[in-house]
T-cell receptor
Framework: GAGVSQTPSNKVTEKGKYVELRCDPISGHTALYWYRQSLGQGPEFLIY????????DSGLPNDRFFAVRPEGSVSTLKIQRTERGDSAVYLCASSLQGGMNTEAFFGQGTRLTVV | GENVEQHPSTLSVQEGDSAVIKCTYSDSASNYFPWYKQELGKRPQLIID?????GEKKDQRIAVTLNKTAKHFSLHITETQPEDSAVYFC???????????FGKGTKLSVIP
């Protein structure tokens, strides 16, 4: 595709439920990142994939959050037992090779609302 | 970890005037400094970036300056236009790290 695609664009879920957020990176990009953006804040790093492996998951807030990228392309961010504090826009980004100092292209995000 | 502070949080300028946004960072090993523009409800988009071996970079009306000694960098927009109105984020990436640490953003309003 032309850019990073995220689905769904909006997700409303009840507290305690499980959600999955999907990211389709730009074709050929080996690096994939998940960020979380709360209202009025800058994006905060969650996890970075190089190929299929999570090279850096130091930003995941707790063990309710998990992400996979089984074939080195599409990634899914999974949140268990959602809490109201998880409400935010979840942004995915990809870059060509994941080396430091390479441009990251962002998707439009999934707005998650936990009620 | 890296700490990035961005000022001001809001900025209003008259069309045609210049706008300057400043960021400071804490890790002296940081070496990549991009700026992103985010319009309401849209994705962040890279507008300009600079690496630590360069002191200044310019692209038409946009420029970024970097002072590694003082650990700060600035975005300069000249001849502002209404379509420049958006939230601007600075970000920093350090040596050995693939993640970007973002500032809290500056909401720029260009008044026609």
């Amino acid at each position: 595709g032309a850019g990073v695609s995220q689905t769904p664009s909006n997700k409303v879920t009840e507290k305690g439920k499980y959600v999955e957020l999907r990211c389709d990176p730009i074709s050929g990009h080996t690096a994939l990142y998940w960020y979380r953006q709360s209202l009025g804040q800058g994006p905060e790093f969650l996890i970075y994939f190089q190929g299929t492996g999570a090279a850096d998951d130091s930003g995941l807030p707790n063990d309710r959050f998990f992400a996979v990228r089984p074939e080195g392309s599409v990634s899914t961010l999974k949140i268990q037992r959602t809490e109201r504090g998880d409400s935010a826009v979840y942004l995915c980004a990809s870059s060509l090779q994941g080396g430091m100092n390479t441009e990251a292209f962002f998707g439009q995000g999934t707005r998650l609302t936990v009620v | 970890g890296e700490n990035v502070e961005q000022h001001p949080s809001t900025l209003s300028v008259q069309e045609g005037d210049s706008a300057v946004i400043k960021c400071t960072y804490s890790d002296s090993a940081s070496n990549y400094f991009p700026w992103y523009k985010q319009e309401l409800g849209k994705r962040p988009q890279l507008i300009i970036d600079i690496r630590s071996n360069v002191g200044e970079k310019k692209d038409q009306r946009i420029a970024v300056t970097l002072n590694k000694t003082a650990k700060h960098f600035s975005l300069h927009i000249t001849e502002t236009q209404p379509e420049d109105s958006a939230v601007y984020f600075c970000a920093v990436s350090g040596a050995g790290s693939y993640q970007l640490t973002f500032g809290k953003g500056t909401k720029l309003s260009v008044i026609p």
